[in-house]
């Protein structure tokens, strides 16, 4: 079972954290920093996998990462994965990301968090390998792009929302509500040095 | 982020007390949002998340708002919220519905927002639907995969609330379905279910195999989409593998000659020339490879397989791809236990100590020393050996100990003549001292005193060893006692007559531990009796006032006693008080355990147990027993009796008993099993439940006993540190609590509890009312807790919260009331990062800290001694 996808830059900014066991957000934080910590100081011509990590590396789970030009790809996995397996997960994870945003790069995490949870999502399942298959990925994700288009999507749910509120018979109806690009941002946290 | 939404509700629930005035407010809410919306464009990312969540909250109380789009909405929850949230009954609802639409995309997001959340109150609500979704015949491929995985994680979750029943039939029969993602699936779910059930999923070897083998002799295009880089469906074939692992070799000969020959063409296809460049055609035709040596090694039955699995991995050990290298030191180490391809491994031996010294990655060297460890028997256990001794020099800090463990235990196990077992501890001692714990060199004490014709070859050589300027202190105790003990067999030499002996081992004395003094004391006066004429010299040196007025009491004592001893009792009498130790009864091996407490319960099985070495029959099993040791009583798992050991009680003059230093040397050490028994240190009263000691608490106990001052507890978050000092009855000690984390300890709250009391209640009969003593002036009284009759200490509460890096002190006013057996226990409790931690430790306050000297006639001591004996 998967317990963690991480990804965070080379200076340790997180980039998107999903944990699929329960963490306090403090726990979180202190997890990103360490796992950070193992694997920034690490040579680019060792291997993949790493065990250790006082918190989530306890027991018998494995760090198993790749290094992609500014992003480092963490998954922690338990023993019940296959280390080259995972090793292909997390590359097929990235091509589809390609594929979705067509070069994808880290400013595309940043501005498309919720497209990169709902990739991540197609793949992994409560901490399972759902799908490998990069090509039934990418139908699901158009098919929900398409949606999220004919129904106005996430981008502008805050506009649904209001013209729902519109329509709840208060007293003041507004007009031409302008909402603007409302893209939710990843927070900047302080990097981890 | 759920702050947001916490603070949402919040705003809404305290006010919105009434139908009506919730109403009202969130209406007064909306607008709130909408003119926010509206206003100013520049609105924050923190502000937008929060009313979006706000928002989210309002359409889960149920209020008709058509919130965006319902993906918009999971995509929160799975963001948002995790398993232990309230809003997850409400959330609940939505789901429901969603369940019951049979639109695949509602379905689909439903599954995935239960998988994400994945809480028990999930599972009760779900559990039951879940399986009818999986196998109903008109589920999409999309949502039988959800299911799937959806059920197994919430069967991981809490398994008591998946019902088994006839949908696990159905779910076997998933294996033949036409999508490969649905496969996929619902052989992680059998994977996990028939771990718990394997009778009921047993139908699934032969749909496994049948599945396997179309795979794996499958063109590279047939699977199309599953196809990655030209590996058929990698994912699915490594699943299928770890599930057969979960069986015993199929019975059926059919299945199974299917199945080796599926075994056989993964084998085969390694060889072949690769069909891509790319890294991860490799990796994917790898992971098949590596899953399929796995189940090879877990059947174990098919010697002609398990030496090509072998002879692949020793390619791979030399492969320039580090992960290889990694994976197949990993896999080897299962492998060599076998014992139909041992000998296999054993021919990779130059390339493994080869990894070991040259292997730039930590973790693949550590791999190495595993797999070193695994291998070795009798036939290359001196390669071996000394390899891993020169590694120790340079290895990492983190994994020394378990290095100097290994070490250790090959030597012992592996040993032809005792020689080199002796010569391969003490250098272990010299390269690793601080790392050779106090199992390893209890243990080569041990060998050495039962086996006769090593005595003299170990006597010489510690001390040419004590002859280095610099050595370590566990140098110095292994020294003091096998020359104290053996020191005449090597005194006929004029380089090492007793009185050059006498001085090396006092020249290193005064650099020394209390406790290794307290040893040093005890191998002089066993001098006095080896070599008569030291007995001037030893005595001037026990008379010197840095002896005698030592403060540490325990130096004082023995230094006082055996003074006394030396000067008053003939020489019959000491040479019966100061024999030769006799032999110890044979045990296992403490330091075996010491490893596999360190390597966890998991990994230390695989490592010493599991192996099968069909050469290695007990005749190094340690040392052969001795039946000459009837009145030795064995103390659990201490070796010498010497860590624990309090000043002699009485003046050994008196004893005419010949093992009186036995005994008195090993009474003490059987205190620490007089302890409390975890039923009683549950039922004694104290402010909260106080659980059992921590196994390593007699241990870290022991260590004090001797001394006042030091680390009493560490691990990865806390340090507890010791300072105390004791004057007749009455003792005072400082505790150091140290934080070593960068986080905040929350509810820190160190308590002492005496586990005696309940004892003595039960054993003086009718209960007498507490001997509360007066709180004395100045005193806080609320923290005072007598302990009738036994010990009083007296605490202050410490600061709940302990700053990362930061120290706290607690100062512990104890007063020896009675004599009493077992410590107080010290209850630590805190949470570290939202976890709750606690454990219990003993505190190191035993009888002796409160001894005193005294004088007494001869006359009086033989009265009191023979009442003393009943």
Known sequence: MIKAILIFNNHGKPRLSKFYQPYSEDTQQQIIRETFHLVSKRDENVCNFLEGGLLIGRSDNKLIYRHYATLYFVFCVDSSESELGILDLIQVFVETLDKCFENVCELDLIFHVDKVHNILAEMVMGGMVLETNMNEIVTQIDAQNKLEKSQAGLARAPACAVSAVKNMNLPEIPRNINIGDISIKVPNLPSFK | ?870
Not at chain 2, 126 to 133: K, N
Not at chain 2, 475 to 489: A, P, S
Not at chain 2, 631 to 660: E, H, I, K, V, Y
């Open chain 2, 1 to 870: 982020m759920m702050g947001g939404v916490a603070r949402g509700r919040g705003h809404i629930l305290c006010e919105g007390k009434s139908k009506e005035a919730e109403i009202k407010r969130i209406n007064k809410e909306l607008a709130n949002i909408r003119s926010k919306f509206k206003g100013d464009k520049a609105l924050d990312g923190y502000s937008k998340k929060k009313y979006v969540c706000k928002l989210l909250f309002i359409f889960l109380l149920g209020h008709d708002i058509d919130f965006g789009h319902m993906e918009a909405g999971y995509l929160f929850i799975s963001v948002l919220v995790n398993s232990n949230s309230e809003l997850i009954r409400l959330i609940n609802n939505a789901i429901k519905n969603d369940l019951a639409s049979r639109n695949p995309t509602f379905m689909c997001l439903a599954l995935h927002c239960i998988a994400n959340v994945g809480s028990r109150e999930m599972g009760e609500a779900f559990a039951a639907d879940i399986p009818r979704i999986l196998v109903a015949g008109d589920s999409m491929d999309s949502v039988k995969q959800s299911a799937a995985l959806c059920l197994l994680r919430l069967y991981k979750a809490s398994p008591d609330l998946v019902p088994m029943g006839e949908w696990t039939a159905r779910v076997v029969h998933l294996l033949n379905d036409q999508h490969m993602g649905v496969v996929t699936a619902a052989v992680s779910l059998i994977t996990c279910l028939c771990k718990k059930n394997p009778d009921d999923f047993k139908t699934c070897i032969s749909l496994a195999v049948s599945r396997l083998s179309r795979i794996v002799s499958s063109a590279s295009t047939d699977l199309q989409d599953y196809t990655y880089y030209f590996v058929p469906a990698p994912w699915l074939s490594v699943k299928l593998l770890r599930l057969l692992q979960c069986y015993p070799p199929p019975e059926d000969a059919a299945v199974k000659g299917r199945l080796v020959e599926c075994l056989e063409t993964v084998l085969n296809k390694a060889q072949e020339p690769p069909k891509s460049k790319k890294v991860q055609h490799s990796n994917a035709k790898n992971a098949i490879l590596f899953e399929t040596i796995s189940l090879i090694i877990h059947y174990d039955s098919e010697p002609n397989l398990l030496v090509r699995a072998c002879n692949q991995l020793g390619q791979f050990l030399q492969h320039r791809e580090t992960n290889l290298r990694y994976l197949a030191l990993e896999s080897m180490c299962t492998l060599a236990s076998s014992e139909f391809s041992h000998e296999a491994v054993k021919t990779h031996i130059d390339t493994v100590i080869n990894a070991l010294k040259t292997e730039r990655d930590v973790s693949v060297r550590q791999r190495a020393a595993d797999l070193l460890y695994a291998m070795c028997d009798r036939s290359n256990a001196k390669q071996i050996v000394s390899e891993m001794l020169r590694y120790l020099e340079t290895a990492d800090y983190a994994i020394r100990e378990e290095i100097v463990l290994k070490v250790a235990i090959l030597a012992e196990k592996y040993a032809v003549d005792y020689s080199w077992y002796v010569d391969t501890i003490l250098n272990l001692i010299r390269i690793a001292g601080d790392y050779v714990s106090e199992e390893v060199w209890y243990r080569v004490l041990q060998i050495v005193t039962n086996r006769d014709d090593v005595q003299g070859y170990a006597a010489k050589t510690v001390f040419e060893a004590l002859q280095a300027p610099a050595c370590h202190e566990n140098m110095v105790k292994v020294g003091g006692y096998i020359l104290g003990e053996f020191g005449n067999l090597i005194a006929g030499d004029p380089r090492s007559s007793p009185p050059v002996q006498f001085s090396l081992l006092h020249s290193k004395f005064h650099l020394c531990s209390v406790a290794t003094r307290a040893l040093l004391l005890s191998t002089y006066i066993k001098f006095i009796n080896l070599f008569p004429e030291t007995k001037a010299t030893i005595q001037a040196v026990l008379r010197a006032g840095s002896q005698l007025r030592n403060a540490d009491v325990e130096l004082q004592q023995r230094a006082v006693e055996y003074l006394t001893l030396s000067s008053v009792a003939s020489t019959d009498v000491l040479a019966t008080v100061l024999e030769e130790m006799p032999p110890f009864p044979e045990r296992e091996s403490s330091i075996l355990a010491k490893l596999k407490r360190k390597k966890g319960p998991g990994a230390g099985s695989a490592l010493d147990d599991g192996r099968r070495d069909p050469s290695s029959n007990d005749i190094n099993g340690g040392v052969e027993p001795t039946p000459s040791t009837v009145s030795t009583p064995s103390p659990s798992a201490d070796l010498l009796g010497l860590r624990a050991a309090p000043p002699p009680a009485a003046p050994p003059a008196s004893a005419g008993a010949g093992n009186l230093l036995v005994d008195v040397f090993d009474g003490p050490a059987a205190q620490p099993s007089l302890g409390p028994t975890p039923e009683e240190a549950f039922l004694s009263p104290g402010p909260e439940d106080i659980g059992p000691p921590i196994p390593e608490a007699d241990e870290l106990l022991n260590k004090f006993v001797c001394k006042n001052n030091g680390v009493l507890f560490e691990n990865q978050l806390l340090q507890i540190g010791v300072k105390s000092e004791f004057r007749q009855n009455l003792g005072r000690m400082y505790l150091f609590y140290g934080n070593k984390t960068s986080v905040q300890f929350q509810n820190f709250s160190p308590t002492v509890v005496h586990p005696g009391d309940l004892q003595t209640h039960i054993l003086s009969g009718p209960a007498q009312p507490p001997a509360s003593r007066p709180a004395s002036p100045g005193r806080p009284s609320s923290s005072w807790r007598s302990w009738l009759t036994q010990l009083a200490v007296q605490t202050k509460r410490v600061a709940a919260q302990v700053d990362g890096g930061a120290q706290v002190q607690q100062v512990l006013n104890i007063e020896c009331l009675r004599d009493f057996l077992t410590p107080p226990l010290l209850s630590v409790r805190f949470r570290y990062g939202g976890a709750p931690q606690a454990f219990t430790l003993k505190l190191p306050v035993t009888i002796n800290k409160f001894f005193q000297p005294t004088e007494m006639a001869a006359q009086d001591f033989f009265q009191r001694w023979k009442q003393l004996s009943l």
